[in-house]
């Protein structure tokens, strides 16, 4: 009697097992075997004879009858055997659809053919009696056989050598599970056999993963490959057991040890693994002796495969997988310089509280694992951000992160490289994998060099217009600093403003720090103006949304008459309102700017309180257009408003031959100039250099004359429009008599230090005086040598007004780009008088590197010294000149990052450590006689700065740790945030750190970069990238109506309210009111404050000044306030020659 575990038997079956036929089933599948091999031997031994024999009959007689014949024959039979084992092969191989089906289908009815195996050893004897017709699992397990039949003959047929198909692993086990089944049919009984050799089929598990793509790395498929070796050994071993211990040993088989088979797993792991506890063992002689030779295999595969998939588990990448975002959840991949520091910078500005729903999830890609300190942050915001180990090189990794799904893809550049050309080269590469895997994804890169930009055109797949941008960090960072130089602070100002910040303000924090720290959480923001502002000039717009909504409107959207094209234009001049048109403003968060979008001018004129100006409920299509239309016939009846369309009063800055003593104020008459088209216009004094008192002495009242110049300049009843003028700082004329007395004596130009210059490029004679874009001035070509100067050639000069740069390089330093920081200081919106000369001292041999950039730049003097030398600094008049800029073009060591700013810290206590002679008054000369007895004009424009504390200056710091060392009497602590430090908030200090959050600007507002770069650059386009690609340098180009036409923009400026007729709101007046005034008489938006930060008048009081962004309109004014404008281009004369004395006054005393 033969019981299996747990299960008991019939009498009828107890009988019928008396008779054991086990051996008909193996005999079947021995049979099989042997008859298989039998007919490939055969078929071998006849294709040798008949081969050998065919080929004799063919060389003796069938050559000389047919010759054709036997090779016709040969052929047909071997294109049938070709094509059908080429047929068979395709079928099984994964190569194909078809193929990876089968053989996908094949595994999966194994791995049930195998769960039927389980079923029936553990519910069943080893034999049982029982008729076929009520087997329900045998017939399926035969159904399943008839597959594999089929299959293996067409593996068989694709065989190239059938020998050694016969003898391979899977042929086996189809001999021995296949042909049972037909037996059990016959003699109405199963045997359970050795159906378990199906679980070597899991051995192919691999492969298929492999078919499917789904196992990609050799990792993987190498752990795959021993996890499944490791099982299939395992549950074979343990099926072997099964049968020998349940069967007992022959030939009586009167000694079952009734194990279930996954006792018998148990069994074989213990067993395998040593540990032996000894409560299953085998009984059996058969079951022994096979568990004497298994533990020599299966010791060994444990041994071998168990260390080895635990290695490779963990070695296995934490960071692999892919990405699994939800539906309908945006996703961006952020790439590059992935660090601490770069990612913690990027993060707090992309998911910051003040932008709106951002639902974006940000998955870094980086091929290091991250360090501990990065991995914390990533945990820290799990629920938004993801990272992948990988390279953006490799497709593979690509498709990990789902690039082609990607709504932007962002690199980021390491600013503190040693290398920034080979940065910015595998920074490119990145691009280009990124554009060949998806030309359609929207890139966002950082570049350390301008001149790199050029490479990305050469990408076809760049498109600016789809979105693609690239963030120049030399480009932006001088051309931040050129704009410091026009206006102190306003470095300052812009990096805060594109910069997500939330400010908290306090009673112990100083006034200054708050007033600052308000306008640190002013961000920009974009949003469509609603109905009611259709029809509305700027000016109208403007100051609507400043003085209801709260809200600075810096520039809106124009669209080309085809709709197909936009430009931004900032501030401008007579543009009117358009349905749909996105305003660019400056405001606390973007809550603030849908009140743009929510006004009503029906429901919320009367509203006081700005905060409940929300969506309304008439906005229906019919008080649309109605409103439209009221607004539109608004428009049309204020012609008073509307000068700005033609004849609107613009900034006029002061001739450069005007005399100005250094301790009274000059005027000007208008009326007295010939040829002046705009003759209703005063003068007001606006300071480009902040209009600092001169070391503690406090700035004058303004003129009493100011009253009688108001009602003098009224005529005819026109506008009084009082036409603002610069106090531009020029540069002193030489005392070289040859060179000033042609000047003088042919009435031509005269330029101080450029009077060399001025002798062979005429600005009024030339025909080419812009770049062929006509953004920018232009000169011809001119050598470095022309243009240098030794210290005593610098020291009998009288520089005033200028721009010293002083610029720290070795003659090897990677090129920096000097060009972004004159480029802007040239922007063709100033008149050619007005431009500001650059002198620049540093070492002559990287300058000549620099210098085929900067050869057509007009007004450039080098000085071969160096910036700690305070002689040099004494010859270039560095307390007369109105912006001193410290750069460095050194590579930062490796060693000790902190020390890469030594430089530019040691320079910068250096000025500020030096005092200097105030002997300018001894140079002013008698007003009436203007010219010295050399026949040169002296301009003297205001007195320099007796202490280097006092000049302006501006330092470039690697490093944002090392603004500590700049000011010596702060408190700013050294953990302290760049921008919460006083050095930074007062304009003297400027980090390229700053410009990570131009990364998140541009993708949430992709204009917004546009609108910053007009800005900073001084209007550089898309046609002058093309240009400045070719590496040429700028090309110039003869004035036409449309190259003279691209003067007309905004440009950035600062004026005092020290004197003139905005002097009135200096005293104790409001912001909001100086807004108004400003915009409506002078077209000139107020975007902000540079304030003393001491306003004591203490002799040692400090003249440090900080940023105020966007004041409320109740902020009170000071007389020493200088105001951050944006001004029109005012199209007045370029130059007039020849004034005579009538034109300069002295102020009575």
């Known amino acids: 009697m033969s019981e299996g575990a747990g299960f008991t038997l019939s009498p009828d079956e107890i009988e019928c097992l008396k008779d054991r036929r086990w051996w008909c089933f193996l005999l079947s599948s021995i049979f099989t075997f042997l008859a298989g091999l039998l007919i490939v031997l055969l078929w071998r031994a006849f294709s040798v004879i008949f081969c050998k024999q065919d080929g004799a009959e063919y060389s003796q007689s069938d050559t000389k009858k047919d010759p054709k014949a036997p090779r016709q024959k040969q052929e047909f039979e071997g294109t049938f055997v070709t094509e059908a084992k080429d047929w068979a092969g395709e079928l099984i191989s994964g190569q194909t659809t078809t193929g990876r089906i089968l053989v996908v289908l094949v595994f999966v009815l194994s791995i049930t053919s195998l769960i039927i195996y389980f079923i029936d050893a553990s519910s069943e004897g080893v ?49 021995f599970t296949i042909p049972p089944s037909f037996v059990s049919i016959y003699l109405d009984r199963t045997w359970i056999g050795l159906r378990f050799l ?17 196992l990609k790395t050799s990792s993987s498929i190498r752990l795959a490959q021993l996890v499944s070796i490791f099982i299939s050994v395992w549950l074979t071993a343990a099926g072997i057991i099964h049968l020998l211990e349940n069967s007992g040993d022959p030939l009586e088989f009167n000694n079952p040890n009734q194990l279930s088979y996954w006792t018998c797993v148990y069994f074989l792991i213990v067993t395998m693994s040593t540990v032996g506890y000894g409560d299953v063992y085998c009984q059996t002689v058969l079951g022994r002796t096979f568990l004497v030779f298994f533990l020599l295999v299966g010791l060994a595969i444990f041994a071998s495969c168990i ?30 310089h992935i660090t601490y520091e770069s990612v913690s910078h990027f993060l707090k500005d992309f998911l910051h509280e003040d932008r709106e729903d951002v639902d974006v999830e940000v998955v870094f890609l980086h091929r290091k694992e991250p360090d501990l300190e990065l991995e914390g942050l990533f945990k820290r915001h799990s629920t938004t951000v993801k990272f992948f180990q990988g390279s953006m090189m490799n497709a593979v990794d690509l498709a990990r992160v789902k690039v082609h799904e990607a709504d932007a893809c962002l690199v980021l550049a390491n600013k503190y490289c040693q290398d920034p050309d080979a940065e910015d080269a595998a920074n490119i590469m990145r691009v ?7 030309d359609d994804i929207r890139v966002i890169i950082q570049l350390m060099q301008y001149h790199n930009k050029a490479y990305l055109l050469n990408i076809p797949s760049w498109d600016w217009k789809r979105g693609d941008d690239v963030i120049c960090l030399a480009e932006l960072k001088l051309g931040f600093i050129a704009q410091s130089c026009l206006a102190p602070g306003f470095s300052t100002m812009m990096a805060n403003l594109f910069a997500m910040r939330s400010f908290k303000t306090s009673p112990e924090t100083p006034k200054w720090q708050n007033d600052y720290l308000q306008g640190t959480g002013c961000e920009m923001y974009t949003e469509t103006l609603s109905p009611s502002f259709v029809g509305m000039t700027f000016p109208q717009a403007s100051e609507l949304c400043f003085t209801k909504l709260k809200l600075l409107l810096l520039a809106i959207e124009i669209k080309s008459d085809d709709g197909n094209d936009s430009k931004i234009a900032i501030n401008p001049r007579g543009a009117k309102i358009s349905a749909n048109t996105q305003g660019f403003f400056i405001a606390q968060s973007a809550d603030e700017v849908k009140r743009a979008w929510f006004y009503c001018k029906a429901c919320h004129e009367d509203v006081k309180d700005e905060t409940l100006i929300k969506k309304c409920k008439c906005k229906n299509l019919a008080v649309f257009r109605k409103g439209v239309r009221a607004i539109q016939t608004l428009g049309r009846a204020s012609d008073d408003y509307s000068i700005i369309e033609n004849d609107h009063i613009t900034p006029q800055f002061t001739p450069p031959e005007l005399p100005k003593r250094a301790q009274n104020r000059v005027t000007t008459i208008p009326n007295s100039v010939p040829n002046i088209k705009t003759p209703h216009r005063v003068t007001l004094s606006v300071k480009a250099n902040g209009g600092r008192p001169s070391d503690g002495n406090i700035a004058q009242s303004p003129s009493p004359e100011y009253g009688t110049y108001r009602a003098n300049n009224r005529e005819d009843g026109t506008h009084p429009g009082y036409h603002l003028a610069y106090e531009v700082k020029k540069l002193m004329p030489t005392s070289r008599g040859s060179i000033v007395n042609s000047t003088h004596n042919s009435g031509g130009l005269q330029a101080g230090i450029a009077d060399d210059q001025a002798r062979d490029f005429d600005f009024e004679k030339t025909e080419m005086k812009y770049d062929s874009t006509g953004m920018f001035h232009w000169c011809p070509s001119k050598g470095l040598e022309e243009c240098i100067l030794d210290r005593n050639q610098a020291a009998m000069t009288v520089l005033n007004g200028h721009v010293v740069v002083c610029l720290f390089a070795d003659p090897d330093s990677p090129l920096i780009g000097l060009r972004n920081l004159v480029m802007p200081l040239r922007a063709s919106n100033f008149h050619y008088h007005e431009l500001k000369h650059v002198v620049i001292v540093g070492s002559v041999d990287y300058i000549r590197r620099e210098w085929k950039m900067l050869q057509n730049l007009p007004k450039i003097s080098v000085l071969n010294g160096s910036p700690l030398s305070r002689a040099d600094l004494r010859a270039v008049n560095v307390n007369l000149c109105d912006m001193c800029v410290i750069l460095s073009a050194k590579v930062p060591s490796n060693d000790d990052p902190t020390l890469a700013d030594k430089e530019a810290i040691l320079a910068s206590l250096n000025i500020k450590a030096m005092t200097f002679d105030d002997t300018i008054g001894v140079l002013s ?94 209007g550089a386009t898309p046609e002058l990238e093309l240009i400045l690609a070719e590496g040429a340098g700028l090309r110039g180009g003869y004035s036409t109506l449309e190259t003279i036409s691209n003067r007309d923009r905004c440009r950035v ?38 304030r003393f930060r001491d306003t004591s008048s203490s002799v040692e009081a400090s003249s440090k000044r900080y940023v105020v962004t966007n004041p409320p309109d109740d902020f009170t004014l000071l007389p020493t306030d200088q105001v951050f404008v944006l001004i029109q281009f005012d199209p007045g004369l370029e130059y007039l020659p020849n004034r005579g004395e009538s034109m300069v006054r002295e102020e009575p005393p």
């Open 432 to 438: 280009i994998s990124i554009k060949n895997y998806s």
């Open 1053 to 1090: 400026g600062q004026i005092s309210l020290y004197d003139g007729p905005l002097a009135q709101y200096g005293e104790g007046g409001k912001y909001g009111d100086l807004f108004v005034a400003a915009l409506r008489h002078y077209g000139m938006l107020c975007i902000g404050l540079y």
């Open 307 to 336: 260390p080895e998939i635990i290695d490779l588990i963990g070695t296995r990448p934490k960071y692999g997988g892919t990405l699994k975002n939800e539906r309908g959840r945006r996703h961006i991949v952020v790439c590059g």
């Open 127 to 175: 034999e049982q009696c029982k008729e076929w017709a009520t087997n329900t699992t045998q017939q399926i397990d035969l159904a399943f056989n008839i597959f594999f039949m089929v299959y293996f003959f067409i593996r068989f047929i694709a065989a190239s050598d059938k020998l050694w198909f016969m003898l391979e692993m899977y042929s086996f086990v189809d001999y």
């Open 925 to 1018: 000369q008698h007003i009436p006689s203007i010219h010295s007895p050399l026949a040169s004009p002296i301009v003297l424009q205001r007195r320099g700065s007796v202490y280097g504390s006092n000049v302006p200056m501006i330092t470039e710091l690697v490093n944002d740790s090392n603004v500590q060392f700049l000011d010596q009497d702060d408190d700013d602590d050294p953990d302290t945030e760049l921008y919460l430090t006083q050095p930074f908030a007062c304009g003297t200090a400027f980090a390229v750190s700053v410009l990570d959050s131009l990364m998140s600007t541009t993708y949430f507002n992709q204009n917004a970069l546009t609108l910053i770069r007009s800005l900073i650059t001084g």
């Open 198 to 214: 199906r679980a070597l089929r899991l051995m192919t598990v691999p492969d298929i993963l492999q078919y499917l793509n789904i």
